[in-house]
């Protein structure tokens, strides 16, 4: 009984706080709208409420803010559960999400893009196609005597990585230096300024779906972490059991890079933080992850918004800020590492 | 008198020594030992080969460049002006600044332009090559008058060098003059982007926010420094008067105005709804950095920003630039392609 209570408070907590954290975000930035004013304005789009506010504020609250802080959700829920996944999976924790070269592929698909094609949605497209391609081609690596182990799977992952990141140092080589480089090095760089509600829509299905799919493996996320032959002796398949997390981690890691570039340390920092939280079972690490994640990068989004009046780029916040409070906490739990018990 | 004969030779021979080699000091404050009859330059800084232009509007002595100036180039009414120009070299440079050192030798020539300021690893093999480089930096006016300088010394023609120079700080004065009695209220607040829907912006400390200063505009960016990226939101709050879209992007003020980025919306914005947003021209160079067009970027701005103050026609006046300082007479086409009336 007192467990349960626990864990019904726990779970209280892991949706509370992200929707406390969603309507503070809307508060947020360099337009002063206070709380209050702002949220009566997003309830307006659904409720009758008589307007007591300017149209520009709605233009910011409506059209500027709100589709980055969905957008910001998404992905941080999304990249923080990818890396809690993989990390339980590869029974290592220095894995993050990008481990298997799909954010170099994804990546590499959408710089050839914007020089090919200068359009945003072909950008997108090529992206996430490329990310799906940069897994198939890791898939095709670490295949061997057709099985795959864990350590060629990673191994095959590297090279992925290292191919497609030379290819984007050869793209930006070639790319006009004034025309073309700085929106490159722009897009890379990961941000959430290109939000919109197009975006959103584009990959909220798939992300909640796939976030979902990693939400109910969470027990079997446990077992892959202990190891193969605890797989098998639970008459599990452990090849196919692993497909079922790359594959979602895949679609992720490739929407998010598709829409805001590459935005490091999420992925690995937050998984590491929960377990410092709520310890080592996938159970509640999985959601705590989900939660934990979106919170973060809300917040850091938050940061790079309005902190000063030119944007802050989202990935030194995120590795920044994540590495100091990662850093702090493995001080206090003395290194509370995966496998200590 | 035999004596003084041979005084006079002796003294001739000297001269005609020292002067067959000439010396110039870079931006890097160090002296470039060069031959005295320059005929092969290589350049890489962006700007420097429409800079050598208003030096020497033959052009036949750039035999290689940035292919980021051929394509600056390319796109201006340089093209037809110095036919020569773009036949250039452009084969040893990529998007870097790092040269193929043995590629540029191929070309033989008797002097390399290469940017000083942008780390050493980039102009010490070619210092290395044998080849005498001058080191450039840019950015503000001084530099500016600094490069004409080094130019008209490397052609041999200081004068025309000079010429501009006492342009550039005519139109100064006369700027200073007109814009210090307009108080800060009739200002308008402008913005300017020079990678349009990118969001960048120039604030204090560059040579943009020197001019909008002199031109008697408030660029709202002045509250940062250097080129940043901003937010939708901060330029919602700034709200300004006039927006300047930049050379950099191919964006137009159409774009804008119909609100066609997405996740980005201009609609409330000031400048959009009085229909002021406007494309900076683009002479024998983009005039959003320094060049020898400068003087005629600030009458452009002054003619948006305080039309009450400009008594001239814009477009007579840069006719008039270029019939002075190039001897080129422009149609009106090629004014319509300056002032980039029309998409590309």
């Not at chain 1, 990390?87 to 994804?106: D, E, K, T």
């Not at chain 1, 300024?193 to 969470?218: H, N, Q």
């Amino acid at each position: 009984m007192q467990l349960l209570k626990r864990k019904s408070i726990i779970f209280a907590v892991l949706i509370l706080v992200p929707i406390v954290i969603f309507f503070v975000s809307l508060g947020i930035g360099r337009y002063t709208i206070p709380l209050d004013r702002s949220c009566k304005i997003l309830f307006s789009q659904i409720f009758d409420i008589q307007q007591t506010w300017e149209d520009v504020e709605k233009t910011v609250i409506i059209n500027l803010r709100l589709p980055r802080i969905l957008l910001a959700l998404l992905i941080g829920a999304g990249l923080s559960v990818s890396g809690a996944s993989f990390q339980g999976m590869f029974r290592n924790p220095l894995v993050s999400p990008h481990i298997l070269g799909v954010s170099s592929g994804a990546g590499f698909g959408g710089v050839i893009a914007m020089i090919l094609f200068k359009n945003s949605s072909l950008v997108f497209i090529s992206a996430f196609c490329f990310g799906l391609l940069s897994i198939l081609i890791a898939f095709f690596f670490s295949k061997t005597k057709r099985k795959i182990t864990t350590l060629s799977l990673v191994l095959s992952g590297v090279i992925v990585s290292a191919f497609f990141t030379s290819l984007i140092s050869l793209v930006k080589f070639v790319a006009d230096p004034v025309d073309e480089l700085p929106s490159i090095v722009f897009w890379l760089m990961g941000s959430f300024s290109g939000a919109s509600y197009e975006k959103v829509k584009l990959i909220a299905i798939p992300m909640i779906g796939c976030i979902t799919i990693l939400f109910l493996l969470r027990w079997r996320i446990n077992i892959l972490s202990l190891g193969e032959d605890d797989v098998k002796a639970l008459g599990l398949n452990p090849n196919t059991l692993r497909w079922l997390v790359i594959l979602p981690v895949t679609v992720i890691v490739s929407l998010s890079v598709s829409v805001s570039g590459m935005i490091g340390w999420v992925g690995l920092a937050i998984p590491h933080i929960c377990r410092m939280i709520v310890g080592n079972d996938h159970r509640i690490l999985i959601p705590c992850s989900i939660s934990v994640g979106a919170v973060y990068m809300m917040l850091m989004d938050d940061l790079a918004r309005s902190l000063t009046a030119a944007e802050i780029p989202l990935g030194v916040l995120t590795a920044l800020i994540g590495i100091i409070i990662f850093g702090f906490l493995l001080k206090r739990t003395r290194g509370g590492g995966l496998f200590e018990s | 008198m035999k004596k003084f004969f041979i005084v006079i030779s002796m003294s001739l021979i000297f001269f005609s020594m020292v002067f067959s080699s000439k010396t110039i000091v870079d931006q890097r404050g160090k002296e470039v030992v060069l031959k005295d009859n320059i005929q092969r330059i290589v350049t890489l800084p962006m700007p420097a080969p429409a800079l050598l232009f208003a030096i020497d509007p033959s052009g036949d002595k750039l035999v290689g460049m940035h292919p980021a100036s051929m394509s600056a180039l390319k796109a201006s009414v340089l093209k037809k002006m110095a036919p020569l120009m773009a036949q250039a070299d452009t084969s040893f440079v990529k998007s870097g600044f790092e040269v193929n050192v043995e590629e540029l030798l191929k070309l033989k020539p008797d002097v390399v332009l290469q940017w000083c300021d942008k780390g050493d690893k980039i102009i010490e093999p070619l210092d290395r090559s044998g080849i005498p480089v001058i080191g450039l930096k840019y950015g503000t006016q001084e530099d500016l008058e600094t490069w004409l300088r080094i130019f008209g010394e490397l052609l041999d023609k200081q004068q025309g060098a000079e010429k501009i120079i006492k342009f550039h700080r005519e139109r100064i004065s006369e700027f200073e003059k007109i814009t210090v009695e307009i108080s800060e209220n009739d200002k308008p607040k402008i913005l300017y982007l020079p990678y349009g829907s990118q969001l960048y912006t120039t604030g204090k400390d560059t040579y943009n926010d020197f001019y909008f200063a002199l031109t008697g505009a408030d660029n709202v960016a002045s509250e940062i420094s250097g080129w940043k990226i901003v937010t939708m939101e901060q330029i919602m709050l700034w709200n300004p008067d006039i927006i300047y879209v930049g050379n950099f992007v191919t964006e137009m003020p159409d774009d804008f105005t119909n609100n066609t980025f997405e996740g980005q919306d201009w609609s409330a914005i000031k400048a959009v709804k009085n229909n002021a947003v406007y494309k900076v021209p683009l002479g024998v160079y983009r005039w959003d950095p320094p060049s020898q067009e400068s003087p005629l970027m600030w009458q452009w701005l002054l003619s948006i920003q305080h039309p009450e103050l400009a008594d001239y026609d814009i477009k007579t006046v840069t006719s008039e630039f270029y019939k002075a300082f190039y001897n080129y007479d422009l149609n009106d086409d090629e004014i319509a392609e300056i002032f980039q009336e029309t998409r590309e």
